[in-house]
């Protein structure tokens, strides 16, 4: 099934592309300065995406609870403290403690820390993998295109929850394997989006004019097609992270997941959560919050910027055929 | 102390039931089928200390090795082929007892044929209604392996028919299967003809499958079940919801046991720094278990002193237990030649009822200086490497059945009869072996526990604590006993008032 | 277009083959194996080979697989290795169920889904946009099992309600059967139906600045019939390969809702083998689910025929 | 204008012939597109050769096919006498440096990502023709300049440039490593006619300066006419016509040249009012399945039995004017 | 063109104005834009890509996404109607039917999962109220008046089976479905080549002027409208620069920026080798709020100090010719 090229007309380009100033020649610099485009891009996400930039903002302070969290974090959040199971919230404990007296709010602090891991690593390896395949399933086609997509289909069915049983029975516990499990469960659905992606890109112009000037293959993957395959899988990337912390806590509640004593959200929630949910409510509000500002952010962040890298908005490659 | 009514159908559930081969199963969901739908032939006294008729009418021990049992008359089979009802004989018990001991059929499938196997000298049948059953030493734990339930009796027929009764409960129980649907459900029927008169009082039993804890107690609570078993979190809760319901709180028989490594002498000799007494001492010491039990289980359940259960018969008091004194521990660690501890790795299984436990330990261990590596393994994998007898620590589950010695012979006793774990110190072999054939009660009581003591003193395991359980009901639903803890499901002394 | 349906029928054997090949082996490498499990739970070692041998465990792995698969041809999935139960009659037992509640869930997601995907790109940057966005990325942050858990419990507390745990054969009574499932399908649905939104609203969005939607307006045609009959069917083909993921996933994939609400289904039995590293049930179901799968993705395709006429087999 | 003799370029019965469907899973028999069907011209140094022809007639294919850029079915490219269909990977690499191309569309054919240094740099970088960075900027700066853009420029993206900047960029992209053969693809159908008028100059331009030679392909006639020497007219993959552009404008043979340069609108209404068109029947045929015989004849005003049978030779008919039509 | 200034205009437009609010700020994209259509005329209308053709007509249709577009206008006016204050059930009764628009690019502009047939009935059956054999009878008769052969088949199938030339003839039967007083044709042969783009021309100019319809045909083809139209408006950066009769402007172009694109193009009947004109520079950046002075001066050779200061008014230099330009009277010395 092949997209009809869509020829687009130089007005709706017009129209599409607010960014398309003729260049002229007056100092007078009345466009506003154009930085790198990454730059460029959080401008505009602050400016037109306010919802998309509360997602930013979320990701951004989790991220820095991660990075700071033993300064942040008021106790270590392993040590028990004597008998003061599920004490509500108060000024001792933030967030309460839970079950095995410990102080809940250091467990959220340094949690982050786990679940941004878990969370970055599925979706580093897996986006990797799938672009690996992606792009060498996209551009070079023919049997290599087949095989690779046979195996993707065969991945693809298998039920996702094999997929990560298998992996951590294979290899065991552990947040290594856990990001592994999750990372193969979630590749190959991400290297079709890349693969399509590539496909629309490949025949394009720029593609054929960086042959026609010699270039060799791996200079076109690396400095033509990558590039331009970035927003979506910019977009994947985001998207998956809050996927991979949802479904780091879903393999909590079947018993997988990060071991503790390392405090993972997800098990913090699932296991002794649930556990305790009538008796300590904070137990399982606390986490949950924090998978939900996750995911929220990472989505809302992920949305934002699929409609900024739209390459129709932002003047990127246009015969997106 | 209301007269028992008839009718109604009992809604309980449980976790999934593999099988219903009493003989090859070891789980108390098999149980809880067949204790209703079979019969042996004696049963448990209600305190289960000791034994009662059931099939037999009576019974008698001739000599220290010989025993003899009568049959009740006319015991009916359930009216179901292949049996069809047919009458009851001695020869479907000496069939039950030998395939027990795995004598019909592959003798590995049978779980329970120690009970039996290579212990009993004859079995006969002089008439229809009589068995006398010969042992070739005094087995003092004799009778209350024919009490248990795994020691039910089948037909013949039945099991050739079937080829074996995974999905088929077939006797002369109170209660007929009518189906059984792996996974979702057990219907259990009145059986008409039962032949205690008067019996049962249900007109049946519906067993649902269920397995997600909160579902169990949100089920009971909108009245879907009228009966539950459920861990302590939700008492509250359903007290609050639902302040008529009776609840049991019983002391639970499974027991979390640390374990240090197995020692199979000329295999497996112990590695530094479990080698030492004083180290297996320690850790021993370092662990606070009146604090594990209220953190892991918020203080629901025993802390247990000796491989015997408080639940069990023969068990240790408190006085043995051996004292938490952190600064001894590290005494007697320096003492060992590890002034600043060592690391260790613990093994255990990634259920949250053992998860739990294991960060505590790892808590209280470091306080002595032992840095526990936590090692979750998913649950076959953990059994494929415990039985492998491949680990350094291991925090287990122990369970066992009827009598004390089940807690002993099979972690330590002779390398080649102890499945479960292996310690080779020849003078528990010996006295583990002594115990089985003293046939009075109070002798071999002492004996048990000095085997107790010593293993406390080597301390290759720690114990402890069990858990309660907490076995709910609704408040028409009258039930005069339990079988043991978590087969606490007789439904023949069941009945519901009619509301 | 027969003949397309025969040859990617066709098609399917060779990936069928390859799946087969990958849980069979992949079933056999996972540490921790069956005999291991049941000596270990029988408490005598001595005859772990005995075992294997009964169980055709010892044989080489080429040899094991030519059984299993001459048998599958046969219609023969083998017999669970702990309840002796024929494999196939234990799945066609289940699979029934976990499609229904997969179909009912897709079923949600698509009546919600795509209404709202609809309204939220027809109101872009509104505050109505935000909300159904806000919303609908919250019903994506929530994981399910939590959501379902509060489900259960806050309705047995507060409404004395819970899902029926007696599970009703659909051939007994239809209606009440379906009924039982629509609590966790709606579970279920959530997180999907977030996603259905989203695709659904971006497309609009792509589809909405098309020529052809210009063309449509400057016909004079109202705004609800530029969108249901030029729009909405142009943004749906997106939408519809990710229900075919959904499809996927939720086929393999609803073990946890399983066991929260009580369905006698796919996805715990598969969970249940697994713990008990039951080759045959875990093979036998794995090739069920990626036939399945297999087939809704060639429906899926040949949707996109119907709802595109360029596309052509 | 310096046109020596030297044949630059020579192809030879060039086919490029895509195929559809087959495989496994596509359904239908092998299609066989002949969007090049036996094409034969020369080039000259120094000389620019039109190609003209209805859209879909094959142009692009035929331009792409000289530079390998699709490889041809069959045939013979001859680049100062190698032929480059039998170059492979690295040989036909190095020989890219020589011929260059100015692809149809100034939108799509710039990496969106890359800025103009990058873009224009890029061939030298991988042809090695400059040492270092420094020198290659140099160049760079002095080919932006010389297409007339700014050389502060050079840090921009290519979506902040209007359509004629872009163009430009692409020949200092082209011209950039010094190639002796520039094939230009529609160069100037995408832009307005003022943008249009500074590309002509540029190319002019450079022709003269670097004595390039060009094979300039456009469907409109009125731009062909005013670049080229030689003007090639094309239909349906083939070359229906050939001659030098004053003969060609002045007297076309071939009833398609004579349709097309009839249809070509003058912009002065006195002139336009009383231009008549010569009406082509009927639509373009698919050219997945060509008439027989001539390709034009289904919709030729002129055709004759002979037309739909045989298909026309490939004639001079006057010094360099080449036709291939049954009635001239 | 005869007697067009007693006749009543058909529409009128005065002082439009169309800005779209964008990430970088306003972009005014009409810049107070007059005129009037005349029932039956011909109206061409030039400039360079961007200088808001299509956004003064689209504005006309209301077919201006609002937001981010916003019409402003002092008077708009379809036979004595406000467009600008009717609702949009009153616009869309004269959408399609009364004035009707055909778009620049006919690949993108029918939808490809609806046959032509679909998308032609919708329309005819909306405004005219026909349905069933009539309604196809209609549209086999629209397919065959703008010359495609079989036109009973061609109603069953879908855009994408179709070429370039035949789509835009549907555009244009579709166009015409419901005889309007104005049609709109935004480009419509750019995207074709020479002998389809006459035969295209050919049959608006024959509809037209058979039907009575006004006509505005939008192009940066200048060959195209030399050919059709009566009257010709030249737009540069969202303003009118030039509005002339045809052969008027080609004769006497008197803005420079019209004397440039004139120059500019290259002609088939002249000789060749004649240097081409070019005009040097980029049109001005519309995103600002106010352009000092002419917006065309920055690039104007006759450019001085007052052109610079103050931007000139569209006046009338001759009979019906207007020039936006300081230096009109001194233009055609340059020319
Ligand atoms: N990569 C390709 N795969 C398949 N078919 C192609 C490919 N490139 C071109 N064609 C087909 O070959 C024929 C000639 O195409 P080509 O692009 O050469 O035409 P052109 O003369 O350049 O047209 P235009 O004036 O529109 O650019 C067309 O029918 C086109 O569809
Ligand atoms: N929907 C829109 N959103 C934002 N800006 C727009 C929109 N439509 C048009 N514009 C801007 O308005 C200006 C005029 O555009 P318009 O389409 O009228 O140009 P045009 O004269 O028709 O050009 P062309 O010859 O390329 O069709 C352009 O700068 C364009 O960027
Ligand atoms: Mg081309
Ligand atoms: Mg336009």
């Known amino acids: 099934m092949k997209k009809q090229p869509h020829k687009r007309t130089r007005d709706t380009i017009a129209a599409l592309k607010p960014h398309y100033l003729p260049a002229s020649a007056d100092a007078g610099g009345a466009a506003p300065h154009r930085y790198h485009w990454l730059i460029d891009l959080f401008i505009q996400l602050v400016k037109t995406k306010p919802l998309g930039a509360f997602g930013g903002a979320l990701v951004l302070t989790l991220v820095l609870m991660a990075l700071a969290a033993p300064l942040i974090a008021t106790h270590d959040p392993n040590e028990m403290h004597g008998m003061q199971t599920l004490v509500p919230p108060g000024s001792d404990f933030f967030f309460g403690t839970d079950a095995l007296a410990r102080d809940l709010f250091s467990r959220i602090v340094h949690g982050a820390r786990v679940s941004l891991t878990v969370g970055l690593g599925a979706v580093g390896l897996s986006i990797f993998l799938a672009t690996v395949i992606g792009v060498l399933s996209g551009y070079f086609g023919g049997v290599l295109d087949t095989i690779l997509q046979r195996c993707v289909d065969a991945i693809m069915s298998f039920p996702w929850l094999i997929i990560m049983l298998t992996v951590m029975s294979i290899l065991g516990p552990g947040t290594g394997n856990v990001i592994l499990a999750l990372a193969l469960a979630g590749f190959a659905g991400s290297s079709r989006v890349i693969r399509s992606a590539v496909l629309a890109i490949k025949h394009s112009e720029y593609v054929l004019a960086a042959r026609s000037i010699g270039c060799r293959q791996p200079a076109i993957l690396i400095r033509h097609i990558l590039p331009n395959v970035a927003a979506p899988i910019l977009v994947l990337a985001t998207l998956g992270l809050g996927n991979a912390i949802l479904a780091e806590a879903a393999l909590s509640f079947l018993g997988y997941g990060v071991p503790p004593p390392a405090p993972s959200w997800g098990r913090m929630l699932s296991g002794d959560g649930l556990d305790h949910m009538l008796r300590g409510p904070w137990l399982v509000i606390f986490p949950g919050l924090a998978i939900s500002a996750a995911v929220f952010g990472f989505n809302m962040l992920g949305d934002a910027l699929r409609d900024l890298l739209d390459p129709r908005l932002t003047g990127g490659a246009r015969a997106n055929k | 102390a209301a007269e028992p009514q008839y009718g109604g159908t009992y809604r309980i559930h449980s976790t999934p039931i593999r099988s219903l081969d009493p003989h090859m199963e070891t789980a108390s969901q098999t149980t809880m089928v067949t204790v209703n739908t079979n019969n042996g032939l004696l049963c448990f006294s209600p305190d289960m200390t000791g034994v009662e008729p059931d099939l037999a009418e009576s019974w008698r021990q001739i000599d220290d090795l010989t025993y003899e049992f009568k049959l009740h008359k006319g015991v009916r089979f359930h009216d179901v082929p292949p049996v069809n009802g047919r009458e009851l004989t001695a020869a479907d018990v000496k069939y039950s007892i030998e395939r027990i001991a795995g004598m019909h059929g592959r003798a590995s499938d049978f779980k329970h044929s120690y009970y039996f196997e290579g212990k009993i000298d004859s079995i006969e049948t002089p008439d229809d209604h009589t068995v006398i059953i010969k042992t070739k030493k005094p087995y003092a734990a004799f009778l209350k392996y024919i009490a248990s339930p795994w020691s039910a009796i089948v037909a013949k027929e039945v099991v050739e028919q079937f080829g074996d009764l995974k999905r088929h409960a077939i006797g002369t129980g109170p209660f007929i299967l009518k189906e059984y649907v792996m996974g979702s459900h057990v219907t259990l029927v009145k059986n008409p003809d039962y032949f205690k008169a008067g019996k049962p009082y249900l007109d049946g039993i519906h067993i649902r499958i269920m397995t997600d804890p909160s579902s169990v107690v949100s089920a009971f609570i909108a009245g879907r079940l009228d009966g539950a078993q459920v861990t302590y979190h939700f008492m509250p809760t359903i007290k609050k919801q639902v302040p008529d319901t009776i609840v049991e709180q019983l002391e639970g028989t499974y027991m979390w046991t640390l374990r240090c490594p197995p020692w199979i002498e000329g295999v497996k000799p112990l590695q530094p720094p479990f080698d030492k007494p004083e180290v297996r001492q320690a850790i021993a010491m370092a662990i606070d278990k009146q604090r594990l039990l209220e953190l892991a289980w918020g203080g629901f359940g025993k802390t247990q002193v000796g491989p015997v259960p408080s639940a069990a018969i023969y068990s240790l008091s408190q006085e043995d237990q051996v004292p938490y004194d952190p600064e001894k521990a590290k005494a007697l660690l320096a003492q060992a030649g590890y002034p600043d501890g060592f690391s260790a790795e613990l093994m255990t299984w990634n259920l949250s009822y053992m998860t739990q436990p294991a960060q505590i330990l790892q808590q209280m261990l470091k306080e002595v200086g032992i840095e526990i590596k936590l090692n979750l393994l998913e649950f076959a994998q953990y059994f494929n490497r415990a039985y492998r007898f491949d680990y350094e620590m291991a925090l287990h589950l122990m369970t066992a059945g009827v009598d004390p010695e089940e807690w002993l012979i099979p972690y330590y006793g002779k390398v080649e009869e102890a499945t479960y774990y292996k310690w080779s110190n020849p003078e528990l072999w010996d006295m583990i072996d002594r115990q089985q054939h003293i046939m009075d009660p109070a002798q071999r009581e002492t004996l048990i526990k000095e085997i107790q003591r010593k293993v406390i003193a080597d301390a290759p395991n720690l114990f402890l604590y069990t858990q309660d359980r907490f076995l709910i009901r609704k408040p028409n639903v009258h039930l005069k006993r339990y079988l043991l803890d978590v087969q606490g499901l007789m439904g023949e002394y069941i009945w519901m008032a009619q509301q | 277009m027969k003949r397309y349906i025969t040859r990617r029928l066709l098609l399917l054997l060779p990936t069928l083959l390859l799946v087969s090949f990958l849980v069979f082996c992949i079933v056999r490498i996972i540490p921790g194996d069956a005999v291991t499990l049941m000596v270990a739970e029988m408490g005598f070692a001595d005859d772990e080979a005995e075992l294997r041998a009964v169980l055709g465990l010892d044989q080489s792995l080429p040899r094991q697989y030519w059984n299993y698969m001459r048998n599958a041809l046969r219609g023969d999935l083998g017999t669970s290795l702990w309840s002796g139960q024929p494999v196939l009659e234990e799945i066609t037992r289940r699979l029934p169920l976990t499609f229904r509640l997969a179909l009912m869930a897709l079923f949600w997601t698509l009546l919600t889904g795509i209404p709202l995907g609809v309204l939220s790109a027809l109101k872009q940057d509104t505050w109505l946009d935000y909300l159904l966005r806000s919303v609908s990325v919250g019903g994506l942050s929530i994981p399910s099992f939590w959501l379902a858990t509060l489900l259960v419990v806050f309705g047995a507390i507060w409404f004395r309600w819970v899902p029926p745990i007696d599970f009703i054969p659909f051939g007994e009574d239809p209606l009440a059967s379906l009924g039982q499932l629509v609590v966790p399908s709606l579970v279920l649905s959530v997180a999907l139906s977030a996603s259905i939104m989203r695709m659904t609203r971006t497309m609009m969005l792509e589809v909405m600045r098309e020529d052809y939607i210009r063309t449509a307006r400057a016909k004079g045609l109202s705004e609800w019939v530029v969108v249901i009959r030029h729009a909405l069917a142009n943004s749906l083909i997106p939408v519809l390969s990710i229900m075919g993921i959904q499809m996927a996933f939720l086929v393999g994939g609803t073990v946890i809702m399983e066991s929260i609400f009580v369905l006698p289904g796919m996805g715990k039995y598969l969970l249940d083998a697994i713990t008990w590293r039951d080759y045959p049930v875990i093979q036998g179901i794995n090739l069920f689910i990626c036939t399945l799968i297999i087939c809704i993705n060639l429906v899926i395709d040949l949707l996109y025929g119907v709802l595109d006429p360029r596309i052509r087999y | ?328 | 063109m005869q007697n067009q200034q007693q006749a009543k205009p058909i529409l009128e437009v005065h002082g439009l104005i169309v800005r779209f609010t964008l990430r970088d700020g306003a972009l005014i994209a009409v810049r107070n834009v007059s005129f009037d259509l005349f029932p039956g005329e011909s109206l061409g209308v030039v400039g360079e890509s961007g200088c808001g053709k299509s956004v003064t007509f689209l504005s006309v249709m209301r077919l201006i996404p609002t937001p981010p577009g916003k019409i402003d206008a002092v008077k708009m006016r379809f036979s004595g109607m406000d467009l600008l204050d009717a609702s949009k059930r009153q616009m869309r009764r004269i959408r399609g039917n009364r004035i009707s628009m055909v778009f620049q690019d006919p690949m993108s502009s029918l939808n490809p999962v609806l046959t032509i047939g679909r998308q032609m009935r919708e329309g005819i059956q909306l405004h005219l109220g026909l349905s069933g054999r009539s309604l196809d009878d209609r549209c086999i008769e629209l397919l065959d008046k703008v010359g495609i052969s079989a036109p009973e088949m061609r109603l069953k199938s879908y855009p994408h089976q179709l070429s370039g030339g035949i789509r835009q003839r549907v555009m244009i039967a579709m166009a015409l479905s419901c005889n309007p007083s104005i049609l709109l044709a935004d480009e419509p042969t750019t995207a074709l080549d020479v002998t389809i783009q006459d035969q295209i021309l050919r049959l608006i100019r024959d509809l037209t002027r058979d039907l009575g319809t006004a006509s505005v045909l939008i192009t940066h083809n200048l060959g195209a409208v030399a050919g059709t139209t009566d009257r010709i408006m030249v737009m540069y950066a969202g303003r009118i620069v030039e509005k002339a009769p045809t052969p008027l402007l080609f004769k006497d172009p008197r803005h420079p920026y019209t004397q440039g694109l004139l120059r500019s193009i290259p002609r088939v009947d002249q000789p060749a080798g004649r240097r081409l004109y070019s005009i040097s520079g980029a049109p001005p950046d519309l995103l600002r709020e106010t352009i000092q002075g002419c917006a065309f001066a920055p690039r104007c050779p006759l450019a001085e100090e007052q052109c610079v200061a103050q931007a000139p008014s569209l006046e009338p230099f001759a009979p019906e010719h207007l020039v936006s330009c300081w230096k009109a009277a001194d233009a055609h010395q340059h020319g």
């Open chain 4, 1 to 328: 204008m310096h046109i020596n003799t030297d044949k630059i370029l020579q192809v030879r019965d060039m086919n490029i012939h895509f195929t559809f469907g087959g495989g496994l899973l596509k359904s239908g028999r092998k299609a066989v597109l002949k969007a090049v069907d036996g094409v034969s011209f020369d080039l000259l140094t120094g000389e620019t050769l039109g190609l003209v022809g209805e859209s879909g007639c094959g142009k692009s294919s035929t331009a792409k096919g000289v530079l390998q850029l699709y490889k041809p079915t069959s045939g013979q490219v001859l680049f100062k006498e190698e032929n480059l269909c039998d170059l492979q990977g690295e040989a036909l690499r190095r020989m890219r440096r020589q011929m260059q191309m100015i692809f149809q569309d100034p939108y799509a054919s710039l990496n969106p990502r890359m800025t103009v240094l990058r873009i224009i740099e890029e061939p030298m970088k991988v042809h090695r023709t400059h040492g270092n960075r420094k020198e290659r900027r140099e160049q760079v700066i002095e080919m932006v300049q010389r297409v007339g853009l700014n050389p502060s420029d050079i840090h921009r993206y290519p979506h902040e440039f209007s359509g004629g900047q872009r163009q430009r960029i692409g020949i200092a992209r082209a011209l950039a490593v010094r190639p002796e053969l520039v094939v230009c693809d529609e160069p100037v159908s995408a832009l307005d006619v003022s943008i249009q008028a500074q590309m002509i100059h540029l190319i002019e331009a450079l022709r003269d300066q670097f004595n390039l030679s060009y094979l300039f392909i456009s469907h409109d006639l009125s731009v062909v006419k005013h670049i080229s020497h030689r003007v090639a007219v094309m239909y349906l993959g083939i070359i229906v016509e050939l001659a030098a552009k004053e003969e060609l404008y002045a007297r076309p043979l071939h009833p398609y040249t004579q349709a097309l340069l009839s249809a070509i609108p003058i912009p002065d209404p006195e002139v336009e009012r009383q231009r008549t068109a010569i009406a082509l029947e009927g639509e373009i045929p698919s050219p997945l399945a060509p008439p027989p015989g001539c390709r034009f004849h289904p919709r030729c005003r002129l055709r004759e039995a002979v037309c739909s049978r045989q298909t026309p030779q490939w004639r001079e008919v006057a010094p360099g004017h080449h036709v291939a039509c049954h009635l001239v």
